[in-house]
């Protein structure tokens, strides 16, 4: 039900903890959750204190739809031609990252987020960023950290670099042990394997072949420091 008498209200709406709304009377009346319609017309939902959480269809039995009538996933958005739904902060310094997280979501903390997607800041002013591929990839309960960045596109210059974070050519990939680097290409038909192995030994010495899926080799180059 509702508490109070039928009209125009002004001011705020509160939801009490028995399920009813009524409007503020004042500091004394206390409430749980404050649903606002102001004098710009925007609707605010909000928990009356920091301490309690705002739940959208806790059953879960249904589907929330933002900008449609008809959601057909749990969250659905509807966006105009060329607008977007943004997920951030309001600080853009260095080291400063906000984002998405992907896969499994622990209900009872914050731990085992193996996955998201991330801009990290950079300070220069002009609200710019690096893209991060957050995965962790240990055996244990940690979520991803900037540390377990894989893949990321550098926010200056447009670079792309895999196993780094200061990618300086247009695609930098880092990684391998005992200085060698493999990468399987494949063009999706029978016998089109092939793999390419660049590095050395040593620090000077550089080598590339390229081998088909049997690991028979086709072509070597080998380069020493001299």
């Not at 903390?109 to 950079?122: L, M, R, S, Y």
């Not at 974070?165 to 999706?188: E, I, K, Q, R």
């Not at 590339?208 to 080799?217: A, F, H, P, V």
């Amino acid at each position: 039900g509702i508490s109070g008498t039928t009209g125009t209200f002004t001011g705020e709406l509160l939801v009490t903890s028995t399920g009813y709304i009524a409007q503020d009377g004042g500091t004394s009346y206390l409430g749980n959750t404050i649903v606002n319609y102001d004098t710009d017309t925007d609707l605010t939902i909000q928990p009356r204190t920091t301490t309690y959480d705002l739940l959208l269809n806790p059953s879960g039995t249904g589907n929330i739809g933002i900008g449609t009538s008809t959601p057909n996933h749990k969250l659905s958005v509807t966006l105009a031609d060329e607008t977007t739904a943004h997920f951030g902060n309001s600080e853009y310094g260095e080291d400063e990252w906000s984002g998405i997280s992907l896969g499994y979501r622990n209900s009872g903390d914050t731990n085992n987020v193996k996955t998201k997607i991330v801009q990290e800041g950079i300070a220069d002013g002009n609200a710019r960023g690096h893209l991060h591929f957050l995965v962790d990839t240990a055996a244990n309960n940690n979520s991803a950290a900037m540390a377990d960045s894989k893949m990321m596109i550098h926010g200056t210059s447009g670079n792309i670099g895999i196993g780094t974070t200061n990618p300086t050519s247009l695609l930098y990939v880092s990684g391998g042990s005992a200085g060698v680097f493999n990468t399987t290409l494949n063009n999706g038909t029978s016998g089109g394997w092939g793999t390419l192995i660049k590095g050395g030994l040593n620090s000077g010495d550089y080598t590339l072949e390229l081998r088909n899926e049997n690991d028979t080799q086709l072509f070597k180059m080998m380069a020493d420091a001299s």
